[in-house]
Structure formats: C-alpha cells, structure tokens
C-alpha cells in the first residue's frame, strides 16, 4: 500500500503504454519516417553529380558514349545517397529516441521499416525528377556531339539499407546509453540478509 500523500502510479509509467498504443506509436514513427524519403530524394537530386553522356550517329543508329570514360561521378551518385541516407537514418534514430526514451520493439521495428521506405522513396523520386530516363531520345533532343547528363541511377541497391541500418544502431545505441534503467530490487534475491556475528 503506498504511503499517504503519495501520487499514485499510472499503469503506463509502470508497465509501458501497452501494446495497443505502442503500434498507434509505431505506425506515426514509421509513417514520419517514410516521409523524410522525400527531402532525402531531393537533396539527392541537386547533390549528386552528373554522368556526362555524348552522342554520335553510326550510319542510321544513335550511339551514346560516356564522356569521359575514366570519371567517378557513378560512384558519386551512390556515395552521394548513401551519406545523406546515413545522416538521416541518424537524425531519426535521435529525434524518435528524444521523442519516446522508453523504446520498445515496435518502435525499432517502425523506425528501420520507415526507414527503408524513406530510401525507396528517396530513390525514385530521385530518379523521377532527374534527367530523362530515355537516354537515345534524350540525345536526339539535343543534337550529336552535345553533352548531357545520364538518368539519375542507384547502381549499389545496398544504398537503400544505410538509412535503416544507421536508425537501428544509433537508436540501440542511445537506448542502451542513456534509456531509463529497471529499478534495483530493495530485497536482496534470497530473502532478508541476516544481521552480522
């Protein structure tokens, strides 16, 4: 029975929300989550070099070449996602943790699960609004021997994991760090402690 005066404990503080309203949580989180995809896609999108193409006509056929062939902006593309998506997998993790520090696993769940769909979305969204996907029709358009910019590819589909793997770990992480702790028992675990000899 608790001492008079004191406030009593509600089940949540005690236990946990509950399931019921730890899913509604989760669904916000994921839900939230996905939707950072779209700043992800566009920030994709103005950072993310350009693969310069060329055209050339062979007879009667349209023939496309790399400009320069021994560039890295392919790689740029890739490396370009894979750092944003790791910063927001980041940023999420730490505003999901400040938001709910009691955690849980379908939050965790809800938090990596967004997260690969903020990267899908990301993706093509990204892919969407950059330059057009048909390449011959698109050289057409500008003329032989003019240069423009490949479509915006994702070659390393392992990309799209960096978000929810850098979520995961960094929400672990700050759960284990600095989540609340279990309350240390007054009793010790096998009964009364007897007085000295």
Known sequence: MPPAGARPVSAYEQDGPGWA????????????????????GLLWLRLAPRV???????????????????????????????LLALA???????????????????LVVALCVGGLLGSLLAWRLGVWLGPEQNVIAH???VGK????PAPLKLQA????????L???????????????RDPEPDTAPF???LPPV
């Not at 589909?157 to 960096?162: C, E, K, R, T, V």
Request: charged share 15%; proline share 6%; with cysteine.
């Open 21 to 40: 309203a730890e899913i509604r949580e989760a669904l916000v989180v994921m839900v939230a989550v996905a939707l950072c995809g779209v700043p992800l």
């Open 52 to 82: 310069p193409l060329i055209a050339d006509v062979s007879g009667s056929n349209w023939v496309v070449y790399l400009k320069d062939t021994e560039g890295e902006q392919a790689i740029g593309v890739d490396g370009t996602f894979t």
């Open 88 to 106: 927001l997998g980041v940023l999420s993790a730490v505003a999901v943790f400040l938001w709910r520090r009691r955690g849980g696993v379908p």
């Open 139 to 141: 050289a057409k358009a």
């Open 145 to 148: 021997g003019v240069t423009f």
């Open 157 to 164: 589909q392992g990309a799209l994991l960096a978000w929810p």
């Open 166 to 180: 850098a979520a995961l770990l960094v929400h672990l992480g700050m759960t284990a760090l600095f989540g609340p």
């Open 191 to 193: 009964g009364p402690t």
